[in-house]
């Protein structure tokens, strides 16, 4: 960047209202999107729960933005009641089969080095913020509190 911000760059082309801001992205959501986002969120939550707060996942490091933005698109998914490309809709049913899925393949890729119970603790808190009526502030909270539960 030439200059250390770009506040002097002005878009006076587009007009952005609230309605604009609080509208469900338009677009599509893809089977392997789903998968993506519930397959980061649990690794990252169970990362976290090990006492890493950022971790190396398919050649990038993630950290619990990351995590954040993959279980508040699932979320809102499900609010939204959006359906896959293929037509399937996002339900909690079939996130929860996905989660199943997706977790029994990583229990297989790690092999004996796989742990269960924390990836189990992981898997209890990514459904507590994601598949909820009421959105969760911040998914670390609840996070928090296993954590400390679990020390004493």
């Given at each position: 960047?030439?200059?250390?911000?770009?506040l002097?760059?002005?878009?006076?082309?587009?007009?952005?209202?609230?309605?604009?801001?609080?509208?469900?992205?338009?677009?599509?959501?893809?089977?392997?999107?789903?998968?993506?986002?519930?397959?980061v969120?649990?690794?990252?939550?169970?990362?976290?729960?090990?006492?890493?707060?950022?971790?190396?996942?398919?050649?990038?490091?993630?950290?619990?933005?990351?995590?954040?933005?993959?279980?508040?698109?699932?979320?809102?998914?499900?609010?939204?009641?959006?359906?896959?490309?293929?037509?399937?809709?996002?339900?909690?049913?079939?996130?929860?089969?996905?989660?199943?899925?997706?977790?029994?393949?990583?229990?297989?890729?790690?092999?004996?080095?796989?742990?269960?119970?924390?990836?189990?603790?992981?898997?209890?808190?990514?459904?507590?913020?994601?598949?909820?009526?009421?959105?969760?502030?911040?998914l670390?909270?609840?996070a928090?509190?296993?954590?400390?539960?679990?020390?004493?």
């Amino acid at each position: 960047m030439p200059a250390a911000n770009q506040l002097h760059r002005y878009r006076d082309d587009i007009g952005v209202t609230a309605h604009d801001l609080l509208a469900p992205a338009v677009g599509t959501v893809t089977e392997a999107g789903l998968r993506n986002n519930i397959r980061v969120g649990i690794q990252y939550l169970a990362s976290w729960l090990g006492g890493q707060g950022c971790v190396p996942l398919y050649n990038l490091m993630e950290d619990a933005a990351t995590a954040e933005i993959c279980r508040s698109q699932i979320w809102q998914w499900l609010r939204h009641h959006v359906h896959l490309d293929d037509g399937r809709p996002i339900t909690q049913s079939l996130v929860r089969e996905m989660i199943d899925d997706e977790v029994g393949q990583l229990a297989a890729q790690h092999g004996p080095s796989f742990d269960a119970a924390r990836y189990r603790r992981a898997v209890e808190l990514f459904v507590k913020v994601a598949t909820p009526p009421d959105f969760i502030e911040f998914l670390t909270l609840p996070a928090y509190a296993e954590v400390i539960a679990a020390s004493q």
